[in-house]
C-alpha cells in the first residue's frame, strides 16, 4: 500500500515562502510521476508541479513558474516543493500525489488529478497577512 505524507504547511504572510515535504512509503524511483496539487475552497483541484522520477522531466503550472521549485530526495524517499512569493490566492489545501503507471505521454497529462493514483491526505497553506 503506497502511503504518502505531506508536511510544511501553515500560514505565512503574502510574499512569504514555505516548502512542503512528501514522504513516500516506498523508493521514489518506483513512481513514474509524483508531484504536488492544490485545492482552493470553492475550487476544483488542480496539478501545481510533478516531476517525472526516472528522467527528471518536470511540469508546473504556468501561474507558478518561477516561483515554485519541485525536487527529490531519492535517499530520504521524499518530493519537495519550494514555493516562494506566495499570493493569498494560493491558500489551499496541498496534496502530493503519484502514479507507477505510464498511462499518458506526457508529463503535464500526467499531473492532473484524474490521472494520480495515490494520494496523501493534505496540508494547509494559508498564505494572509
Known amino acids: 500500500q503506497v502511503q504518502l505524507v505531506e508536511s510544511g504547511g501553515g500560514l505565512v504572510q503574502p510574499g512569504g515562502s514555505l516548502r512542503l515535504s512528501c514522504a513516500a512509503s516506498?523508493?521514489?524511483?518506483?513512481?513514474?510521476?509524483i508531484g504536488w496539487f492544490r485545492q482552493a475552497p470553492g475550487k476544483e483541484r488542480e496539478g501545481v508541479s510533478c516531476?517525472?522520477?526516472?528522467?527528471?522531466?518536470?511540469y508546473y503550472a504556468d501561474s507558478v513558474k518561477g516561483r515554485f521549485t519541485i525536487s527529490t530526495d531519492n535517499a530520504k524517499n521524499t518530493v519537495y516543493l519550494q514555493m516562494n512569493s506566495l499570493k493569498p490566492e494560493e491558500t489551499a489545501v496541498y496534496y502530493c500525489?503519484?502514479?507507477?503507471?505510464?498511462?499518458?505521454?506526457?508529463?503535464?497529462?500526467?499531473?492532473?488529478?484524474?490521472?494520480?493514483?495515490?494520494w496523501g491526505k493534505g496540508t494547509l497553506v494559508t498564505v494572509s497577512s
Open positions: 516531476v517525472r522520477s526516472r528522467r527528471g522531466s518536470t
Open positions: 516506498g523508493a521514489i524511483t518506483d513512481y513514474y510521476v
Open positions: 500525489a503519484a502514479q507507477t503507471v505510464p498511462i499518458l505521454t506526457t508529463i503535464q497529462a500526467m499531473c492532473t488529478d484524474l490521472a494520480m493514483e495515490n
